[in-house]
């Protein structure tokens, strides 16, 4: 299974950002699409995680109410739309998947198998 992120980059705060992750590879049956972020000399979180099977989103307390995780099945691909983005959101962005439901919240990085390279969001 192959992730690839794209649509990171510099934004103003209180700007938006789209960020997309394509799945390619065997991912027959249910799986779990999380997002993660990591800012330097900090450790890596979830923000945001979407279950294939039933479209049940699940999201870390700081960013509830600003993203919003969504997939296109038919294209394999989840997506991240970030609004009202602040200095503190600025971090390397992954995207990350396991080959099984969503657990009732984002979960631990651990859980996920595989991931993306990341794409870098700023925001000053």
């Known amino acids: 299974v192959q992730l690839v992120e794209s649509g990171g980059g510099s934004v103003q705060a209180g700007g938006s950002l789209r960020l997309s992750c394509a799945v390619s590879g065997d991912t027959a049956g249910y799986f779990c699409m999380g997002w993660f972020r990591q800012a330097p000399g900090k450790e890596r979180e979830g923000v945001a995680a979407i279950d294939s099977g039933d479209g049940s989103t699940y999201y870390d307390i700081s960013v509830k109410g600003r993203f919003t995780i969504s997939q296109n099945t038919a294209k394999n691909t989840a997506y991240l739309q970030m609004t009202s983005l602040q200095p503190d959101d600025t971090a390397m962005y992954y995207c990350?998947?396991?080959?099984?439901?969503?657990?009732?919240?984002?979960?631990?990085?651990?859980?996920?198998?595989?991931w993306g390279q990341g794409t870098q969001v700023t925001v000053s």
């Open positions: 990350a998947t396991f080959l099984s439901r969503c657990r009732n919240g984002v979960g631990h990085s651990g859980t996920y198998k595989y």
